[in-house]
């Protein structure tokens, strides 16, 4: 019977449920508040770039941790803090950026888990179709246009350098915008979740020596964009009146309208909603 006592005292024993009162559990609201939005960010940004980074840094860490590796482990011991001050400076803008929207959001507003993002698609086949119609028809007239299509990372410092728009995509409007001579022709639009959100924008230009020398500053802000976010950006010149398509840092030039499609429709497709269907797909295999 002392066995028995004791296995449960020694064993069993935390598996009893600890006492909670009513602070403890709004501190777990709290830590699970300020953890799931501070996910978000990260996923919404260029920081989900940087986080990939340094999951492979605790790799090597943990590794030469493992190992007993001195000289590793004293290197991350003396870039920590080096690291932590850079990651501010670079980061500062999107630090700026979450904090504003924080503070423009009303205590009514505010809630423990948003639910908006996973219910919109991310671009239906009527917003597809009205961007491909507008580039075509903007390149049959050789009137020049940037568009920038969203994926994961939201360009939030780019789309606060432009007009605010919030309208639905559609051929008409995006033609409209880009008309010579008018307000917002001059700059870049950026398209988010079925939305034209913002027009005129300025963008970053790439750095890249080896783009040729015969583009211009349309290519150059696409090329650059594609190189800090996950965007797709279509260009369309306004010399040639070819369409040309920026995305991870490279440039496909002449572009056709089916290869446009098919670019955005693999866009508008969620990665939740293609896994679902790959796994629907291989069980109706297996069961054949």
Known sequence: MEAIRSFFRDYVAFLTIPNINVIDIIEIMIIAFVVYHVIIWIKDTRAWVLMKGIIVLFVVWLVAVVLGMNVLLWIFENAMVIGITALVIIFQPEFRNALERLGRKSFSSISLFDETK???????????????????EMAKVKTGALIVVERNIQCREFERTGIPI???????????????????????????????????????????????????????????????????????????????????????????????????????????????????????????
């Open 118 to 136: 996973s219910k919109h698609e991310r671009y239906s086949d009527r917003s597809v179709q009205g961007i491909v119609r507008a580039v075509y």
């Open 166 to 288: 919030d309208a639905e995509i559609s051929s008409q409007l995006l033609i409209n915008i880009f008309e010579h001579n008018t307000p917002l022709h001059d700059g870049a639009v950026i398209l988010r979740e079925n939305r034209v959100v913002s027009a005129t924008c300025y963008l970053p230009l790439s750095d890249n020596q080896e783009l040729s020398k015969d583009l211009g500053t349309r290519h150059r802000a696409a090329l650059g964009v594609s190189e800090v976010s996950d965007s797709l950006t279509i260009i369309v010149s306004e010399e040639t009146g070819s369409v040309s398509v920026a995305r991870d840092g490279k440039l496909s030039r002449d572009v056709d309208s089916e290869e446009l499609s098919e670019m955005l429709r693999r866009i508008a497709r969620k990665s939740g909603d293609n896994s679902k269907k790959k796994w629907w797909k291989g069980r109706k295999n297996n069961e054949k």
